[in-house]
């Protein structure tokens, strides 16, 4: 395990910070929150910090102009309070209008793959493999066993799959924050993804897209992809449905799910991950809960195919430079203007 460069931070700022690099490769920043999470914003927080983390990576920018994530936040499980919680403290927080989330520890995994690196015959592949470690572990085989522990214990757990990362999320009450994260790591470390569980995720992928596809944001970015140069990444369907991820001649679905296990082995490598922990543990407990369980997950060689310098700007087009009159589904009115800038990772700091 190494040090990395630490934050900076302002004055004002009370929480302690810790920039990890395990032996297996996988960036960590730690953040030690004295004032115990105020309200749900640490999951956000937590997102904002892994930019940090990634960008201080050298590594060659890629073309993401203006596309926004290509999924909408998929829904949860409604909040539970925990059940061991005292009848005084939880009577005590309802009346105050407060929830348990005030309280919550909280974490944040990204992965450095995603829509772009879906296989051309299988188009949101990056997205089934996000729905599909959920669906158990070696350790923990139970389907919804972490979702379950999450929210048994007062928190909530999300995933989105964009262009060149996959983001899961989760908040929990501290003192069962090390549980959650054991099962949290078992999605990376070995994740079961049994043909059984392969129907009913696709049927929630295919949900997902069919509710997406009344929406106008959603139907604007459709345009924009539609007008990118044959070939680049950015025209590609990141979402997927049961259409598109299908292999014909393969009725058991035993071709698909050696082709996801493969992706998962080649792409979900801790080499490829940032993390990022904040909890009113002391940074040394986090430190020793990271390492004990986190270690485990499997590194690699880079995969190839993964530079896109040589391709043309995506936007670098005369479609690009047009008026695109767009009937809503929705009651409204509105004229959206568009630029398209170059990455900005390289000059991040």
């Known amino acids: 395990m190494a040090t990395m460069e630490q934050p900076l931070k ?4 009370k929480k302690l910070y810790r920039s990890l690099r395990l032996d297996n490769g996988l960036k960590v920043l730690l953040i030690h929150d004295p004032d115990r999470n105020h309200g749900r914003i640490a999951q956000a927080s937590l997102c904002e910090s892994m930019a940090s983390v990634s960008c201080s990576e050298e590594e060659e920018a890629t073309d993401n102009e203006l596309m926004e994530e290509e999924e909408e936040e998929e829904d949860t499980d409604a909040l539970e ?21 005030e309280k919550l520890a909280a974490a944040a995994l990204s992965i450095r793959v995603g829509g772009f690196q879906d296989p051309e015959d299988l188009p949101g592949f990056s997205h089934f493999l996000e729905h599909m470690v959920f669906m158990g572990s070696e350790k923990y085989k139970s389907e919804n066993e972490f979702d379950d522990f999450v929210t048994t214990h ?4 999300n995933a989105h799959t964009a262009c060149e990362e996959t983001v899961f999320v989760f908040d929990v009450l501290p003192k069962y924050f090390e549980g ?7 999605f990376f470390i070995s994740p079961l993804l049994l043909k059984d569980s392969m129907e009913r995720e696709l049927r929630a992928v295919d949900s997902e897209f069919e509710m997406a596809v009344p929406s106008d944001s959603v139907r604007k970015e459709q ?10 990444p950015v025209g590609k369907f990141m979402w997927g449905n049961s259409k598109s991820i299908y ?5 058991d679905g035993s071709i698909l799910n050696q082709r996801l296990n493969e992706y998962r082995q080649k792409y979900y490598l801790a080499n490829r991950m940032n993390l990022v922990l904040q909890s009113r543990h002391t940074l040394d407990e986090l430190e020793e809960i990271v390492r004990k369980i986190f270690s485990a997950v499997p590194s690699g060689p880079e995969p190839p195919g993964l530079d896109y310098s040589h391709l043309p700007p995506p936007f670098d087009v005369p479609e690009y430079n047009k008026i695109y009159k767009v009937a809503p589904v929705k009651d409204l009115n509105e004229v959206e203007l568009r630029w398209a800038l170059p990455t ?5 700091k």
Not at 10 to 13: K, R
Not at 247 to 251: E, L, R, S, V
């Open 247 to 251: 292999i014909a001649n393969d009725p």
């Open 344 to 348: 900005l990772l390289a000059h991040y």
């Open 81 to 101: 309070f925990d059940k061991d919680l005292d009848e005084e403290q939880s009577h005590k927080m309802k009346d105050k209008g407060k929830s348990d989330a």
């Open 180 to 186: 959650a994260l054991d099962r949290f790591a078992q």
């Open 223 to 232: 345009i924009l992809q539609s007008i990118v140069p044959p070939g680049h």
């Open 154 to 157: 007062g928190g909530n757990s």
């Open 10 to 13: 302002s004055e004002n700022d």
